[in-house]
């Protein structure tokens, strides 16, 4: 079974562009949550879908956000881009309608210059 | 809110000798805890999950976890550390908003292993 995947990889972008992270989750999972991941604030909740739905948010400003397709794939956008945005952000899934027990990807490393 | 604390940000072992990477909660209701690890420029592994059932969780490669409600504790150990576990350990926390669940890490154990 394959594992969550995450593309791009690696981005670098330029301050004021906008960016969108995609997000494959494991076969027959319905949840899946996006996370930030840099060295001064740690991992923090962005957001996560059930079933195209939007269940919960993070503590994030608007230029951050993201959507669910029917196929459970994902993605996030970011709008606006400013170099704080420069982080590790890593996608979760989980077969659990609540969500725990997630199964993350590789993440993207995204650069802001 | 529930909360995480990881007592030590990095922990260094020699190959062959014990590991303990300590964790202690905060929760308002009966938790479920997890371990996950990180590898260098890898995303996250789930190594153990502890959700009411046993207090003692037993994980792949060897760690294992004890749910010790008297202390709000979740450590990590393993008998025997290995080259390949020098990673970053991440003690993890459900937290229930809105009837929903998210996950709520804490900042994380650098686990260093020297030959």
């Known amino acids: 079974k394959a594992g969550v995947t995450q593309t791009p990889r690696y981005l670098i972008k330029t301050r004021g562009q906008q960016v969108t992270l995609s997000c494959s989750p494991i076969?027959?999972?319905?949840?899946v949550s996006w996370y930030q991941q840099t060295p001064g604030q740690g991992l923090q909740f962005l957001f996560e879908?059930?079933?195209?739905?939007?269940?919960n948010k993070g503590n994030f400003p608007g230029r951050f956000s993201g959507r669910q397709f029917s196929n459970s794939r994902s993605e996030m956008n970011v709008s606006t881009l400013e170099l704080g945005d420069s982080a590790l952000y890593l996608c979760?899934?989980?077969?659990?309608?609540?969500?725990?027990?997630?199964?993350f990807g590789q993440g993207t490393r995204l650069t802001v210059v | 809110a529930q909360s995480v604390t990881q007592l030590d940000s990095h922990v260094s072992v020699s190959e062959g000798t014990p590991v303990l990477l300590r964790c202690n909660y905060s929760?308002?209701?009966?938790?479920?805890l997890f371990w996950y690890v990180q590898h260098p420029n890898k995303g996250l592994q789930l190594l153990l999950k502890?959700?009411?059932?046993?207090?003692l969780v037993k994980g792949i490669n060897g760690f294992e976890a004890e749910f010790k409600k008297s202390e709000t504790s979740f450590h990590l150990t393993k008998p025997s550390a290995h080259m390949s576990d020098a990673a970053e350990y991440f003690c993890?926390?459900?937290?229930?908003?809105?009837?929903?669940?998210?996950?709520?890490f804490g900042t994380g154990t650098r686990l260093l292993v020297s030959p």
């Open positions: 979760a899934s989980s077969s659990r309608t609540d969500g725990t027990e997630a199964f």
């Open positions: 076969s027959g999972h319905r949840s």
């Open positions: 879908y059930f079933s195209e739905t939007q269940r």
């Open positions: 929760s308002s209701y009966s938790p479920s």
């Open positions: 502890y959700t009411s059932a046993a207090t």
């Open positions: 993890v926390v459900s937290d229930r908003v809105g009837g929903f669940q998210k996950l709520v």
